[in-house]
């Protein structure tokens, strides 16, 4: 096999069945076109092989048809023009010169066909201008055009531009989930050999590639100490070993626009304090006791950039800068999507420092596009407006060992080219000086009410915690879990409701976890009495209350609350001083409990009350007149002897 051959059969394995994944308008909904060319660049006098692809989704029989192929004969010399090509803004299914024809055979229902054609660019007039051109395909059935897809390559001639600084940042992240801490078991799985996060690491190694690390998995692998597994350590001595740049992102991946437009003063900032102990050096004894193994060295894991916010691309509102500034974010990632300026790479944008993605450059990587994605680097290195830099967002939710595998091959591709070179995005952040203008992006109405809630939940459990001991043992694990639920990668995951559900239900439980018991009707027997009222704490350490109560009625006055404390688990009684206003009646007592500070907690509670006062006098009644009467028998008793000459009497 010759090298151009291989090298085209690595560009075909590379590209499958990407190429331009951008939604086109079709005649028929029920029919998908994708062209991919065989190699991402051509030269006068060459001519370029592309594969069309027909998926008929539909409930019947395609019938033959054929595929027109065309080409517009100016390069495409912006990113701007690059986006609007594959908008296809212009509605037009054959754009540009005529090029060939190829025959599509039938495609029965649920069914795809591939046709090769290689294609005579020499109808396409390019010219002697390097740049990007577009390349068109329409599909049609028996003369009617049924659907249609746009591609394009790099034409490249004698004059070269100058070589575009091209900076990929990639999410080192575990699948979405809803702990706030991985188990051993969990990363024991994703840093094997075939683990996602190992073949993360693989796409980064020996690439210009940012490492953008979630928190959560050094927390996870920290708070297991010295039970950390072996493989999860040698994983972890990897990424510190790698020479690439790298910042931390939010824990779990948050979403950090939802939260900014859901309404909160700053970002949430989870804490490992509960489940990770600092190490503190011990004083050296003269008779030295066994002790724990140390925690792992390789856990303290140090970035190269720090304080960077990483929005969701296309999620960005302009309020949600000072949100991140804040939170004590000081440099950010935005989408292109996002922002407008004179400088597209970076820029400042809210005062913070920022990079940009090109969005269409993102999307050819997300889909593994090596065609559209060399077209975007190469439209970068002729536009000025992207001042020599290329900054990509790569796959934030690919889990798949074949998608991260084919990212690496395109990476290769793509670095290949002799219009790329490897940049850095603090170089990037350095040049960072034009103002960015932020266009707004707001996320879904519906995502930002989910978020609310779960935020406002939190906030009530952070409340709620005010009555333990150690209120971090409650807030750490709760904020946990919530990023963990707000994480980037649920977004598109139909399980997302699934995991919110689950998210409220534990809160839920941890508020009632502390409550009143409930009793059945109390007989208060006198004016005065201390009402017993049981407390159940069903946490794992001691809290602390203040038990009140509100009559129902004027039958009863309360005159006071009691403070409480009860251990782990247990129950304990609170005796709340009462007075009675009726002889008799009945009241019913609201029993609610709140923290020192005043915050409520849990459910009011109504329980019963029979007030008998009137007893208490009839009871003092009875047993005066049983006295009396046991006083005047003795005495009439005595009498009697006395009478009848009793010898006792004498």
């Known amino acids: 096999m010759s090298f151009s051959a291989a090298f085209v059969a690595l560009l075909l394995l590379v590209a499958g069945l990407a190429s331009s994944?951008?939604?086109?308008?079709?005649?028929?909904?029920?029919?998908?076109?994708?062209?991919?060319?065989?190699?991402?660049?051509?030269?006068?006098?060459?001519?370029?092989?592309?594969?069309?692809?027909?998926?008929?989704?539909g409930s019947g029989t395609l019938t033959a048809g054929e595929a027109i192929f065309t080409a517009p004969s100016a390069a495409l010399s912006t990113v701007a023009d690059l986006d609007a090509w594959f908008a296809a803004e212009d509605n037009d299914a054959q754009p540009g010169r005529y090029l060939a024809t190829a025959d599509v055979p039938e495609i029965a229902a649920g069914k795809s066909a591939d046709v090769v054609i290689e294609l005579p660019l020499s109808s396409g007039r390019f010219g002697g201008i390097w740049g990007v051109r577009g390349l068109a395909v329409d599909y049609q059935v028996?003369?009617?055009s049924v659907g249609s897809a746009r591609s394009s390559f790099v034409w490249t001639t004698a004059v070269t531009p100058e070589k575009t600084a091209f900076t990929g940042i990639l999410p080192i992240v575990p699948p979405p989930s809803t702990s706030g801490l991985l188990t051993a078991e969990e990363l024991t799985e994703l840093t094997g050999p075939s683990g996602i996060l190992t073949r993360q690491l693989d796409v980064a190694r020996g690439r210009p590639v940012v490492l953008a690390v979630d928190p959560r998995i050094l927390a996870s692998i920290e708070a297991l100490g010295d039970k950390a597994p072996e493989s999860v350590l040698s994983w972890l001595g990897v990424l510190t070993s790698l020479p690439n740049e790298s910042f931390l992102l939010a824990y779990a991946d948050a979403d950090i626009s939802a939260q900014a437009q859901s309404g909160a003063s700053a970002l949430i900032s989870p804490s490992t304090t509960d489940v990770i102990v600092p190490v503190?050096?011990?004083?050296?004894?003269?008779?030295?006791?066994?002790?724990?193994?140390?925690?792992?060295?390789?856990?303290?894991?140090?970035?190269?950039?720090?304080?960077?916010?990483?929005?969701?691309?296309?999620?960005?509102?302009?309020?949600?800068?000072?949100?991140?500034?804040?939170?004590?974010l000081t440099t950010a990632i935005l989408s292109s999507t996002n922002v407008n300026g004179n400088d597209m790479s970076a820029g400042v944008a809210g005062g913070l420092p920022s990079v940009v993605t090109l969005s269409g450059l993102s999307s050819a990587l997300n889909h593994n596009d090596v065609s559209r994605a060399a077209s975007y680097l190469a439209v970068s290195s002729v536009d000025e407006s992207q001042g020599g830099r290329s900054f990509a967002?790569?796959?934030?939710?690919?889990?798949?060992?074949?998608?991260?595998?084919?990212?690496?091959?395109?990476?290769?591709?793509?670095?290949?080219?002799?219009?790329?070179?490897?940049?850095?995005?603090?170089?990037?952040?350095?040049?960072?000086?034009?103002?960015?203008?932020?266009?707004?992006?707001?996320?879904?109405?519906?995502?930002?009410?989910?978020?609310?809630?779960?935020?406002?939940?939190?906030?009530?459990?952070?409340?709620f915690s005010t009555i333990a001991e150690d209120p971090s043992l409650i807030t750490n694990p709760a904020t946990r879990e919530l990023a963990a639920v707000l994480s980037v990668g649920w977004l598109g995951n139909s399980d997302w409701s699934t995991a919110v559900g689950e998210s409220l239900r534990s809160s839920e439980k941890v508020l009632k976890s502390v409550s009143?018991?409930?009793?059945?009707?109390?007989?208060?027997?006198g004016g005065q009495a201390n009402i017993p009222l049981s407390v159940y704490n069903g946490l794992l350490q001691p809290v602390t209350v203040v038990v009140n109560a509100d009559p129902n009625n004027a039958r009863l006055i309360v005159k006071g609350s009691e403070k409480v404390t009860i251990q782990p688990e247990s129950q304990a009684k609170a005796q709340i001083p009462v007075q009675a206003q009726v002889s008799n009646g009945s009241s019913v007592l609201t029993v609610s409990l709140q923290s020192v500070d005043g915050v409520a907690i849990g459910e009011p509670v109504s329980i019963p009350i029979n007030v008998r006062a009137d007893w208490e006098t009839w009871g003092l009644g009875a047993v005066a007149l049983a006295f009396v009467g046991l006083l005047t028998a003795g005495v009439i008793r005595t009498l009697r002897r006395r009478k009848t000459g009793s010898p006792e009497a004498s």
Do not use: C, Y
């Open 21 to 57: 994944n951008l939604p086109q308008a079709h005649a028929d909904e029920s029919v998908s076109v994708v062209l991919t060319p065989a190699t991402v660049s051509a030269s006068p006098g060459q001519n370029l092989t592309v594969t069309v692809n027909v998926t008929n989704s």
């Open 142 to 144: 028996g003369g009617d």
């Open 280 to 328: 503190v050096e011990a004083v050296p004894s003269a008779t030295p006791s066994p002790t724990a193994a140390p925690l792992p060295t390789a856990a303290v894991f140090t970035p190269t950039l720090n304080d960077v916010a990483w929005p969701v691309a296309s999620s960005v509102i302009g309020s949600d800068l000072g949100i991140f500034s804040t939170s004590g």
């Open 393 to 463: 967002a790569l796959p934030r939710e690919t889990f798949s060992i074949t998608g991260l595998t084919k990212l690496g091959l395109t990476l290769d591709t793509l670095l290949a080219q002799e219009w790329v070179s490897t940049g850095t995005m603090s170089s990037g952040l350095a040049s960072a000086s034009s103002a960015l203008e932020i266009v707004d992006s707001p996320e879904s109405s519906h995502r930002i009410s989910v978020v609310s809630n779960l935020l406002a939940r939190n906030a009530a459990v952070s409340a």
């Open 516 to 525: 009143v018991v409930t009793s059945s009707t109390i007989n208060m027997v």
